[in-house]
């Protein structure tokens, strides 16, 4: 397990550069349309746009969160599992007070135990940040729900030691569909 984090963690790395390279990157595209703006090029703003729009619609990925280490789990996971299109309803900042690599593991395998299992395609995911708490809600229909989870594995006791040291809760619904919520308390961590 620690040789397949260690190797997740370089690859996660490498994404997470490209990641962030192509936010700053587009951060100067709109700085700079804004300039011709303010000035006034509205046909120079008009053909950056144009621009952008023409290498956008060539880019492989697009973007599901402005969070780097949630976009690259996602975007690793969706190549992996084709058959899981991963809906992200999140509302998380850039930096929150959870450590990146619990967070990352959390994701990680949680997102390992529901795709491969996935029957209707679609997977919500809605992650939220509120103050001191981050909330983990997957929901979807899989092949066999008490399956996935299942308590004593080796996956549900990784979650149940991530959730204990921030003195969370884990809680897994196994009916027609499979839901497992995880809340992560920041000012209880140990961080």
């Not at 996971?77 to 309803?89: A, G, Q, R, T, V």
Request: net charge negative.
């Amino acid at each position: 397990m620690s040789d397949l984090t260690e190797n997740q963690m370089q690859n996660f790395i490498i994404e997470q550069k490209e990641t962030r390279k192509l936010i700053h990157d587009t951060k100067n595209m709109f700085l700079d349309i804004y300039i011709d703006l303010d000035h006034q090029s509205y046909d120079l703003a008009k053909e950056k746009v144009q621009k952008y729009l023409y290498e956008s619609s060539s880019m492989s990925y697009q973007m599901k969160s402005a969070y780097v280490y949630l976009d690259t789990v996602i975007r690793q996971k969706e190549n992996k599992y084709p058959d899981c299109e991963i809906i992200l309803i999140q509302n998380i900042p850039e930096n929150i007070s959870i450590n990146s690599k619990d967070m990352v593991m959390v994701l990680t395998l949680l997102l390992d135990e529901i795709c491969p299992n996935i029957l209707e395609k679609q997977l919500e995911l809605k992650i939220q940040w509120n103050g001191n708490e981050l909330s983990i809600r997957a929901r979807g229909t899989v092949k066999n729900p008490q399956a996935v989870l299942q308590s004593g594995s080796f996956n549900y006791d990784f979650f149940q030691n991530i959730v204990s040291k921030y003195e969370g809760d884990l809680q897994i619904h196994h009916s027609e569909n499979f839901e497992c919520l995880i809340l992560l308390f920041a000012s209880k961590s140990t961080v």
